[in-house]
């Protein structure tokens, strides 16, 4: 192999290291989110409950004679 060769492939590898870290960066960034948003709808469907038990305790609503 010549010296132009082994350059060659030292900086694709140099290349593709960065973007093996930044990757991972990013997959690292996303798995957070994702923990965060399922925390989100843990909440919501908590806060849904609680609404559909204060609605079923409360009289029910009369729909308008014009509907």
């Not at 060769?5 to 690292?28: F, P, S, Y």
């Not at 399922?38 to 509907?67: D, K």
Request: charged content about 25%.
């Amino acid at each position: 192999m010549d010296d132009s060769r082994i350059t060659e492939l030292e900086i694709k590898t140099a290349l593709q290291e960065d973007l093996l870290e930044t990757l991972n960066g990013i997959v690292a960034e996303q798995a957070m989110q994702i923990s965060r948003l399922q925390q989100e709808v843990r909440e919501l469907a908590v806060y849904l409950r609680a609404m559909e038990n204060t609605q079923r305790g409360s009289p029910a609503q009369e729909v308008p004679p014009h509907y």
